[in-house]
């Protein structure tokens, strides 16, 4: 009983945030695709904004390391310090909600802000009218939409997505600062940026079907919401698909194509 409350809370506080399909954010980035589309066709000259770029790909990553340095500590020790070890550690850390504490809450709020903040990517390519391909685009809408609607709902299994994030964009960010001051970088790096992005976007949908394949054998004390179950399978599915594409070009293809993307 004590369980289904909680779940009927989570559904209570998703409505009162605006529990709706339709997303604020995906009418953002939709007017900034179309704005680029308007740019392309214009005459004006691209703006260079290299310096600019710069600071802003180095904030951003001095960001996420600062992410996962306050966060992963809590997530570490719900899953290496529980008394019936590590398996029942990584359970805790993916349906039960305790084991937080200030910091990792604090850089949890900041999380959801940052994946609004980082549609200022977007803003970079549209004013600079580079390329504006669907993985960069589809990758903000969504995530963007994701914080927006299943935020609210507050479930364990986010710990993984938040510290997974913190972590790629702790290398991702400066990579591509460094890249607008040319400075050479092996390729392996680049290699390795998008093999840390397939890996994350696996692992996502793994301890989504996980904790699905629990509340499916009885599992009343695993703390997810339906929408949100289905949400992510729908988002780390297509997300694995597509860095998977990208995974393929980069080391069977030989058509590696930095793409700056979550």
């Known amino acids: 009983m004590g369980t289904r409350r909680k779940a009927s809370g989570n559904q209570s506080s998703g409505q009162a945030f605006g529990n709706k399909t339709d997303c604020p954010m995906q009418a953002v980035n939709s007017s900034l695709r179309k704005l680029y589309q308007k740019v392309v066709k214009s005459d004006f000259e691209a703006f260079d904004l290299k310096t600019p770029l710069f600071y802003w790909n180095a904030g951003l990553g001095i960001f996420s390391i600062l992410g996962l340095i306050r ?3 809590s997530f570490l020790t719900i899953i290496l310090k529980h008394p019936d070890g590590v398996y ?3 359970y805790r850390s993916l349906c039960l909600r305790d084991g937080a504490n200030e910091p990792a809450s604090f850089w949890t709020l900041l999380f959801v802000l940052s994946k609004y903040v980082e549609l200022g990517d977007t803003v970079f390519i549209v004013l600079r009218k580079r390329p504006l391909v669907f993985l960069q685009w589809y990758h903000h809408m969504i995530t963007c939409c994701v914080a927006w609607i299943l935020a609210p709902f507050v479930e364990p299994v986010a710990r993984w997505y938040i510290v997974m994030n913190y972590a790629v964009h702790s290398v991702m960010y400066p990579y591509f600062a460094l890249k607008t001051r040319n400075v050479h970088i092996p390729r392996q790096i680049s290699n ?6 397939l890996v994350q ?10 904790t699905m394949f629990l509340i499916k054998m009885g599992d ?14 729908i988002v780390y599915g297509s997300f694995t698909i597509l860095f998977g594409k990208l995974f393929y070009e980069a080391f069977f293809l030989g058509k590696r194509k930095t793409k700056k993307v979550e």
């Open 71 to 73: 966060f992963s500590p």
């Open 88 to 90: 029942m550690g990584v």
């Open 192 to 197: 390795t940026i998008t093999s840390l992005q």
């Open 201 to 210: 976007m696996i692992v996502g949908l793994i301890v989504n079907l996980y």
């Open 220 to 233: 009343s004390q695993c703390s997810r919401h339906p929408v949100s179950i289905k949400v992510f399978i």
